[in-house]
């Protein structure tokens, strides 16, 4: 059994992609982890930045590319990514609009995002429940009162 690896070594820098462990305290929805996920494979590690196109995606991660857009606006909305609109030139030397060029947010930035958010349903819900209250109070008042 010695010298005997059944698995092969691994070199995380070429053939693999960091996802970050709090990724799964984002509530990402499946579609939404599998988009992260595939840019985070296509990140130019330096730029943190890629460019594939919405069927691109879709066809690595089974998804159309209208759900792939919704998915896409999903990370942008939690801020895990941004995307800026790029411009092509045809042959015909027309300008056409290219594909997105993403560029990966640390993912500090959407926990934090994230946290805000979670305090303020909070408060809404904390607010709700206190005029909740104040109205059950004025009844209670106008059936003695009545």
Known sequence: MSGYYPYPKRDP???YFPLPNEIFLLD???GELAVY?????????KTH???PSYRTIG????LSPNTVAKHVNGLREKRLITTENTKIVSRSGEKRNGTLLYT???VEEAL???????????????DQEKTQRKLA???RKRERAG
Do not use: G, N, W
């Open 13 to 15: 820098i070429k053939i």
């Open 28 to 30: 990402l929805t499946p």
């Open 37 to 45: 996920s595939y840019l985070m494979r296509c990140e130019d590690r």
């Open 49 to 51: 930045q890629c460019h």
């Open 59 to 62: 066809k690595f991660v089974h």
């Open 104 to 106: 990966i947010r640390p």
């Open 112 to 126: 934090r995002h994230f946290y805000e958010q979670q305090m303020q349903q909070l408060e809404a819900v904390k």
């Open 137 to 139: 109070e004025l009844d």
